[in-house]
């Protein structure tokens, strides 16, 4: 049930955090969640804190600021809304993290998908008496496939997630997870050179993209761990 209302609380942050800023912002500032995470591992479960992951954190703080300040140069208007929009991706990153912690200790006694049951369905519950169904109306084909895709995707992904979570340590899943800007980017990148009408171009520079790759290299530095041999 924590694991649920955190989930909730990620989306809420992260979707908000979209629509504030751009999918490349967002993606970028939601890496602080597999920081997080690796963070928990030092402090709440005791584990070892090599220099390099030490130094992964400080890169990854020092590419934050570099991408955050290059994104305010860059921005001719709708600052506010960017600091804003920042803001609710690290308090989706936050949430985020408290799920994947509450997630890993789960699913060792439960199986992932009874629990993606609960995880899933609990936010949906405690959001329904803030939906506003009549604006479903007024979707067309297209919208409704849109979202058809978000929630296939979705379910796809967590479910995979949540095997993963079973399967592999934590740590390694995070470096796998740091590909999600990467994709990002090169999606983004695509449609902005083909000049589509239905999303708005990003700003690139190559101060922005440096501070990106600078943030995703502290990411892995940060959460990556040598697997340990037994003699």
């Not at 890496?31 to 090599?50: M, N, R, Y």
């Not at 592999?168 to 902005?192: C, D, H, R, Y």
Request: aromatic fraction near 12%; charge should be positive.
């Amino acid at each position: 049930m924590l694991a649920g209302c955190f989930l909730g609380l990620n989306y809420i942050g992260f979707i908000t955090g979209v629509h504030l800023t751009s999918p490349s912002i967002s993606q970028v500032f939601i890496q602080t969640g597999p920081v997080i995470l690796a963070i928990a591992g030092f402090v709440i479960f005791k584990e070892k804190v090599s220099v390099r992951q030490g130094f992964g954190l400080l890169v990854v703080l020092l590419g934050m600021l570099v991408f955050y300040r290059e994104q305010i140069v860059v921005l001719a208007h709708g600052l506010g809304e960017y600091k804003k929009g920042v803001l609710w991706v690290l308090f989706g990153a936050f949430s985020w993290s408290i799920y994947a912690i509450s997630q890993k200790k789960a699913v060792v006694t439960h199986h992932p998908m009874q629990l993606n049951l609960v995880i899933f369905g609990l936010p949906a519950i405690l959001m329904i008496p803030f939906v506003k169904f009549s604006m479903f109306a007024n979707l067309n084909l297209t919208d409704w496939l849109i979202l058809l895709f978000l929630g296939l995707n979705t379910l796809a992904a967590y479910g995979s997630l949540a095997f993963a979570l079973k399967y592999l340590e934590a740590n390694k899943i995070s470096v796998i997870i740091t590909l999600n800007p990467l994709i990002t980017f090169t999606v983004m990148a695509w449609l902005s050179k083909k000049q589509v009408s239905w999303i708005e171009a990003e700003n690139y520079t190559l101060l922005t993209i440096f501070g990106a790759l600078t943030v995703i290299t502290g990411v892995i530095l940060t959460v990556w761990k040598r697997p340990t041999h037994k003699p």
